[in-house]
């Protein structure tokens, strides 16, 4: 239990929210890149913030069942691959596809960056530890 744990866990949600969010400003380079309209654009935070949602119940879920740890590993690795997929992808439907992954991916974000932070936290600091991860 020390604040060098409630910095690694919120390292893990700055990095994290870093690559989620970054696509919300990415949308004009989208709209020039793929030559898709301003609605059509707006699919792509749609496509993100769909797997997000779809998967935040069940990898609440799967926190509860076993532990913060393995979502947290699992988590930021597949939130890796699922921006090597963004980046690399050739076609409008693909970067959906992969934005989607990147929704499903951060979906670990929340069960198990919350409970990693109470987890590590000093004694009787749980409520900082949490702020201090949200400001991550």
Do not use: I
Request: glycine share 10%.
């Amino acid at each position: 239990m020390s604040w060098r744990g409630v910095s690694l866990v919120s390292g893990w949600q700055f990095t994290a929210s870093l690559c989620f969010y970054t696509v919300f400003a990415a949308t004009a380079f989208v709209r020039e890149g793929f030559g898709v309209s301003l609605g059509v654009t707006g699919l792509t935070v749609t496509a993100m913030m769909l797997g997000y949602t779809a998967l935040l119940f069940v990898t609440g879920a799967a926190t509860d069942a076993l532990g913060e740890r393995p979502l947290l590993v699992y988590g930021l690795l597949a939130l890796a691959a699922g921006m090597a997929f963004v980046a690399l992808s050739p076609t409008f439907p693909v970067l959906l596809a992969a934005l989607l992954f990147v929704g499903f991916a951060y979906a670990t974000a929340m069960p198990a960056t919350n409970r990693a932070s109470v987890h590590v936290a000093p004694p009787g600091r749980e409520a900082l530890a949490m702020n201090v991860k949200q400001v991550g």
